[in-house]
């Protein structure tokens, strides 16, 4: 090599910050899996890494490969203490991942909800930087990776550890693929379909099962015919005997069992991004789709693996999405699910409210522009001018998650520190009164109030019929006792997302004592590691675990007299590369092949026994599933508070 070209890599590699070599042998740990939590640390002399202040440098860049798809908690060891994000590695393949030195020093900077706040993709994996603390990243010692429950002794190898300035990127290095020409792992699990002609005929087998299966006795709309009170024609909300209920509009008791996102498609898709080359077994079909633009431009796109089986088995014509839905209804009915199909006339759900042109700081709404209340009234009258006349509609959620909650003042100056908007100028109005962290509190309270007291005039102008579902939160904590108000006087329902084996009840009941409103949870879930996507926020040992996990949660919800619905989130898989912001959940109750999971069978059982359990008739089941760890038990310390 020529002199010249030496010194031109001698200074890239100064540029990127490169202080490592690569490993002669990679580093290797086995964690127990008889332990309930097993940790290791790399001392930063085993990793070659020279420097123990991290402060000029960006990114975290490693060569690793992980046994497992389970999800850890990563680790920097500093001179002020342990600094951990829970992490996610493609499983069984050596990659190049490069994680952001900034999640481990600085609180995340709130987004328009939770997960887009602390949801951060790196194509190769992902990490969920909720939980955890923050700080400097001076005095390190060392990396560690810490699990809890680990479940089949997984192994941690690392053959290179370097740090950088600029980022390198993510690469999947390996030269087999990790997609099937299915979009299932490439590894043998149980379960995997292994040519068309199996799939065709597991799919023809399922249809016939469905044909066969016996309805449990519902009402037209999935109510319970055990007990009829007055009919008014819509959905609504009724205290008897001291328990909260739906009442659906033929006066049938009703409890609300359904999940998110029923639709086609869905189990994860093809990427075209640089690094991920070897990724794919096949590359799905390429399709035109309009795009929401001011221009209504069209384009190219990926089709989903999902969408890509389904349409070998509805059809690849305009009667796709129909003879879907078919089969929706009746799985759906069958597994004992009575809610989230939308516009089927069929089945019951859940509608969500957009404002298009609403101008939003991290899911604050900029109530103060000057056409706010026109936007606020157009947006409304045109989201429910096709609903309002719809009987199998239940109610509007008004907001996902808010990110602004529990960080008001620190959210305050972000604003401060931001764009000239009209938020901006009225806080600094209102901060020229006093500016203290319960007034900064005070004014994001009493903007949001506003908000909600404008979507609700508007709401019960255009559509009187169905009910104000509220916000689905999504902290731990209780809300403070001024959106607790606004809840209980704007409110039909309350609506909270929790990720746990089973409801907060004491949460659920100091709600329940201070607004005297019915529950629903808007999101729950359970998954595994089997099929090489990360287990969810809350984790079980396999897919049978998946089952007793769900009937657990829903009996032991449906016997709290204050809830009275629950939502699985999602109805399909995330895949193996998963969503835009890097969550890739074995969370379905279908596959990526459209087959049920052993899951149903716990619908099954949950549907059939909430009545008894909601009435105090029946005790709720009560055994745990196996290899159960929860989003509670790595979230100790929460950094963005």
């Known amino acids: 090599m020529k002199m010249k070209n030496i010194k031109f890599v001698l200074f890239a590699l100064f540029f990127l910050g490169l202080v490592s070599c690569q490993n002669d042998k990679p580093l290797s740990h086995t964690f127990d899996s008889s332990k309930s939590i097993d940790s290791h640390e790399f001392s930063l002399k085993a990793l070659n890494i020279a420097a123990d202040n991290w402060e000029s440098y960006n990114y975290l860049v490693l060569e690793v490969r992980s046994s497992t798809a389970q999800r850890f908690l990563l680790g920097i060891h500093t001179d002020n203490g342990l600094h951990e994000k829970r992490t996610h590695f493609m499983p069984q393949a050596w990659i190049q991942i490069s994680l952001p030195l900034d999640f481990f020093r600085e609180k995340p900077r709130p987004s328009t909800d939770l997960a887009a706040t602390v949801n951060k993709p790196m194509r190769v994996g992902f990490q969920h930087i909720e939980g955890g603390t923050v700080g400097p990243l001076t005095g390190v010692k060392g990396i560690s990776f810490k699990y809890y429950t680990p479940l089949d002794n997984p192994t941690i190898e690392i053959r290179s550890a370097t740090l950088a300035v600029e980022d390198p990127g993510n690469f999947y290095l390996e030269t087999e693929p990790l997609v099937d020409e299915f979009g299932q792992w490439t590894k043998d699990f149980e379960g995997k379909i292994r040519s068309m002609d199996e799939l065709k005929a597991q799919w023809a087998q399922e249809e016939a099962q469905l044909n066969q299966d016996s309805q449990l006795a519902r ?8 007990k009829q009170v007055a009919a008014t024609g819509w959905f609504r909300v009724e205290k008897i005997d001291g328990r909260w209920w739906f009442v659906d509009p033929d006066g049938y008791l009703f409890l609300s069992m359904g999940a998110n996102g029923i639709n086609t498609g869905g189990g994860g898709g093809y990427s075209d991004a640089d690094g991920l080359e ?38 690849d014509n305009e009667n796709f999405r129909q003879n879907w839905a078919e089969i929706a209804i009746k799985r759906m009915r069958a597994w004992g699910l009575n809610t989230g199909l939308t516009g089927s006339n069929e089945m019951p759900y859940l509608g ?3 404002y298009q042109g609403v101008q939003t700081f991290f899911g604050l709404q900029d ?72 007034r900064r509190t005070e004014f994001v309270h009493s903007t949001f109030r506003k908000h909600l007291e404008t979507v609700t005039k508007y709401l019960r102008k255009y559509d009187p019929n169905h009910l ?19 809840c209980k006087d704007l409110f039909d329902v309350y609506s909270v997302n929790t990720y746990r084996i089973m409801p907060n009840m004491d949460y659920v009941n100091e709600v329940a004592a201070k607004i005297d409103l019915p529950l629903i949870f808007g999101e729950f879930h359970f998954g595994s590691i089997d099929r090489g996507m990360a287990p969810g926020l809350v984790q079980v040992a396999n897919q049978q ?34 969503r835009g912001d890097g969550e890739r959940y074995n969370i379905g109750i279908v596959d990526v ?3 049920p999971y052993p899951i149903v069978e716990g619908i099954k059982q949950a549907s059939e026994n ?30 963005n508070q």
Request: glycine residues 8%; hydrophobic residues 35%; proline residues 6%.
């Open 219 to 226: 009402s037209k709309y999935g109510g319970f015919l055990d």
């Open 278 to 315: 070897n990724v794919f077994t096949k590359i799905p079909p390429r399709i035109e789709r309009p795009v929401t633009t001011r221009n209504n431009d069209r384009a190219f796109m990926f089709m989903s693996y999902g969408e890509m089986n389904q349409r070998e088995r509805y059809g």
């Open 352 to 354: 969500f409210l957009r």
């Open 367 to 438: 109530i103060y522009i000057d056409n706010y209340e026109q936007l606020i009234d157009d947006g409304i009258r045109a989201a429910t001018e096709n609903l309002k006349n719809d009987p199998y509609l239940i109610g509007y959620f008004l907001q996902n998650e808010p990110s602004w909650l529990e960080i008001e003042p620190r959210v305050c100056q972000l604003i401060l520190d931001g764009d000239d908007i009209p938020l901006k100028a009225a806080l600094k109005a209102w901060l020229a009164e006093g500016d203290t962290p319960a």
């Open 468 to 486: 104000s579902m509220g916000i689905r939160f999504g902290h731990s904590a209780v809300p403070h006792p001024s959106i607790l108000q606004m």
């Open 545 to 578: 675990e998946r089952a007793v996990a769900f009937r657990y949660f829903a009996e032991n919800a449906f016997a709290n007299p204050n809830i009275i619905g629950i939502s699985w989130f999602q109805f399909t898989d995330q895949g193996m590369l998963g």
């Open 593 to 595: 092949t459209d087959r």
């Open 610 to 639: 909430a009545y008894k359990v909601h009435s105090g008739l029946q005790e709720p089941f009560s055994q745990l599933p196996r290899g159960l760890r929860g989003n509670e038990d790595d979230l100790k310390s929460m950094s």
